[in-house]
């Protein structure tokens, strides 16, 4: 308290009329969840409006100073940072706009206990409060990653990609399981996954964003992907 929709309204002096929402406890993975919530607000608005999402993860307070393995792992895996992006459906932004959002997807395993107790901040056996992350994330993770993968394939793979997928699928069904990969490398040209998850998913080597972070350095993990 106050909030940081209540400190950028004041530093900036925005109008009384200006309607701002604070999403708090998110961690990285705050940008997405934002962007979901101001897509549906400027469709809420067909009349055309302007919306600025500030993103940032303070990693201050949940810092660990005790002796648990599982916790002080994010003493050194996250790291503090913000972004900032305009998003508008005014028609007279179209030319001027860097990106367009075709399609937003976001899938919640949280149902799954397994799944809600792999990362979640709480005291250790001496009552210290941290981050805890479980030796199940990468599991959770790549279920999460697969599927958010099923809702973007159709999006995102050409019918020559899809019709291959599907064929691979009967074939495997007469090879009693056996399973052979698809790659549709042709269907994305750039991904993005958060610094802290790149650890989680050692499965994706040749991921794009991997070289980016490498090029890059430890670029900040609360940037809109």
């Excluded at 309204?9 to 705050?30: D, E, P, R, T, W």
Aim: proline share 5%; hydrophobic share 35%.
């Amino acid at each position: 308290t106050p909030s940081m929709a209540s400190m950028l309204v004041n530093a900036f002096g925005l109008k009384s009329s200006i309607q701002s929402y604070h999403l708090a406890g998110m961690g990285c993975g705050n940008g997405v969840i934002a962007i979901n919530l101001v897509s549906d607000l400027l469709k809420a608005r067909p009349q055309g409006a302007n919306a600025i999402l500030v993103t940032t993860e303070t990693t201050t307070p949940a810092f660990y100073r005790g002796a648990d393995k599982h916790r002080l792992v994010t003493n050194v895996l996250f790291r503090m940072g913000a972004a900032a992006i305009l998003l508008s459906n005014k028609s007279e932004m179209r030319q001027r706009a860097k990106y367009r959002l075709t399609h937003k997807v976001r899938v919640h395993t949280s149902a799954s206990e397994d799944a809600y107790r792999c990362i979640w901040y709480g005291p250790d056996e001496q009552g210290i409060n941290g981050i805890y992350l479980g030796k199940n994330i990468v599991k959770e993770a790549g279920r999460g990653v697969t599927l958010a993968l099923r809702h973007i394939a159709p999006y995102a793979m050409s019918w020559g990609e899809i019709g291959r997928f599907v064929s691979l699928q009967v074939q495997e069904a007469f090879r009693n399981g056996r399973r052979e990969g698809h790659r549709a490398r042709k269907a994305v040209e750039v991904g993005e996954i958060g610094k802290g998850h790149l650890a989680a998913t050692p499965s994706l080597p040749d991921d794009p964003s991997r070289s980016n972070h490498l090029n890059a350095a430890n670029t900040p993990t609360p940037t809109p992907t």
